[in-house]
C-alpha cells in the first residue's frame, strides 16, 4: 500500500505556539463613545519561550494580559492557549503583577499553596506542601514558609508571587511589570531567580515590562508595541546564549540591541504626536 507524502505543517516546521493572538482587536466602551486599544494585533509564544512586551504606555499592554487569560473577550480575532480557543477565564494560566496582593492570615506555604487548592482540590495535601516547598526552595526563601506576608521585603513577597503563579504548572506565566515596585538591585536580583527558575524548570511565559534591560536579560524575543490602538510595531530575537549573567547587560553587545529597541519605543511614542 503506497505511504502518503507527509507535508510539514507550519506548526511542526515552526515549532507549537503555546500563546498565540490572531488579528486581535479590542476597543472599550467609554464615555462618549470607543476607545480602541488592540489593533489587529498578532504573536506567538512557542512552548517554554519567554517573549517581552514593551511599548508605550496605555498602549494596551495590560489589556493584551486580560484578553490572553480570558478575562475579557476581544472584539475580533482569536486566541488560542496549548492550540485551545480561549473563551473563558482559564485556570492554566499563571499570573504575577507589580503589587502581588497576599493573604495576610495565611502563611507564605499557604499564600503559595493557594491556586492547588482551587485547581486540584483533590490533590493529597503533603503533595501540595511537597510542590511548594520545592519552588520556594528554587527562588532561596526556604525557611521562610512560616513567616506572614507582612515580614516580608518587597522582593521576597515578589518571588513568592512567583512561585504561587507558578505552583499550579500552569501553561503560561502571565507577568505585568512584576519587577516595576523594586529597586534596582532588588530587581536585578529578581531577573537572575526568574532566569534561574526558567533554567531549573522551563516554562512558557510572557512578561509585559518597560525594563528594556529586563526585557534583554530575560527573553528570546522581544515585541514593542506601537501607540494605541497597538499592533505589533517590530519584534527581534534576543541571541545571548544560555549562560546568562546580569553583569552582561553592561557589556557592549548589549549596548546595540539597547539602543535600537529604546528607537523603537521613541518610534512608538511619536506616532500620534
Ligand atoms: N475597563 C476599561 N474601560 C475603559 N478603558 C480602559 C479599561 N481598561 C483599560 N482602559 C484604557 O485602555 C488603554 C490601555 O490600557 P492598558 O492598561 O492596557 O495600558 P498599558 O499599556 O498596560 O499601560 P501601562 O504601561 O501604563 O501599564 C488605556 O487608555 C486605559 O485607560
Ligand atoms: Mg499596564
Redesign the pocket.
Known amino acids: 500500500m503506497p505511504v502518503p507524502a507527509v507535508t510539514p505543517t507550519t506548526e511542526s516546521i515552526e515549532g507549537c505556539a503555546q500563546i498565540e493572538l490572531r488579528d486581535v482587536s479590542h476597543a472599550?466602551?467609554?464615555e462618549g463613545g470607543t476607545?480602541p486599544?488592540l489593533d489587529e494585533l498578532s504573536l506567538r509564544v512557542k512552548k517554554n519561550e519567554l517573549t517581552s512586551v514593551v511599548?508605550?504606555?496605555?498602549?494596551?499592554?495590560?489589556?493584551?494580559?486580560?484578553l490572553i487569560s480570558g478575562l475579557?473577550k476581544p472584539d475580533s480575532g482569536e486566541i488560542f492557549l496549548a492550540g485551545d480557543k480561549v473563551v473563558s477565564p482559564r485556570p492554566t494560566v499563571g499570573m504575577a503583577f507589580q503589587n502581588p496582593v497576599m493573604l495576610e492570615w495565611r502563611n507564605v506555604l499557604m499564600n503559595v499553596i493557594l491556586p492547588l487548592e482551587i485547581v486540584a482540590p483533590d490533590m493529597p495535601r503533603n503533595k501540595r506542601e511537597e510542590r511548594a516547598l520545592e519552588l520556594l526552595s528554587m527562588v532561596s526563601l526556604e525557611g521562610f514558609e512560616d513567616k506572614r506576608p507582612s515580614e516580608l521585603s518587597g522582593g521576597m513577597r515578589q518571588r513568592v508571587s512567583l512561585c504561587r503563579a507558578l505552583v499550579h504548572d500552569p501553561d503560561v506565566l502571565i507577568l505585568?511589570?512584576p519587577f516595576g515596585a523594586l529597586d534596582a538591585f532588588t530587581r536585578e536580583e529578581l531577573w537572575g531567580v526568574m532566569y534561574n527558575l526558567r533554567r531549573i524548570r522551563p516554562f512558557t511565559c510572557l512578561l509585559?515590562t518597560?525594563d528594556l534591560r529586563e526585557s534583554v536579560f530575560l527573553s528570546d524575543h522581544i515585541v514593542v508595541?506601537s501607540q494605541?490602538p497597538?499592533k505589533v510595531q517590530y519584534t527581534t530575537n534576543v541571541d545571548l546564549g544560555e549562560d546568562r549573567q546580569v553583569r552582561d547587560l553592561y557589556a557592549p553587545k548589549v549596548t546595540g540591541l539597547l539602543t535600537e529597541l529604546r528607537q523603537h519605543i521613541e518610534i512608538a511614542q511619536d506616532k500620534n504626536r
Not at 511599548?55 to 486580560?66: D, E, F, H, I, M
Open positions: 472599550f466602551a467609554v476607545l486599544v511599548g508605550p504606555s496605555g498602549c494596551g499592554k495590560s489589556t493584551l494580559t486580560r475579557i505585568d511589570e509585559i518597560h508595541l494605541r497597538a
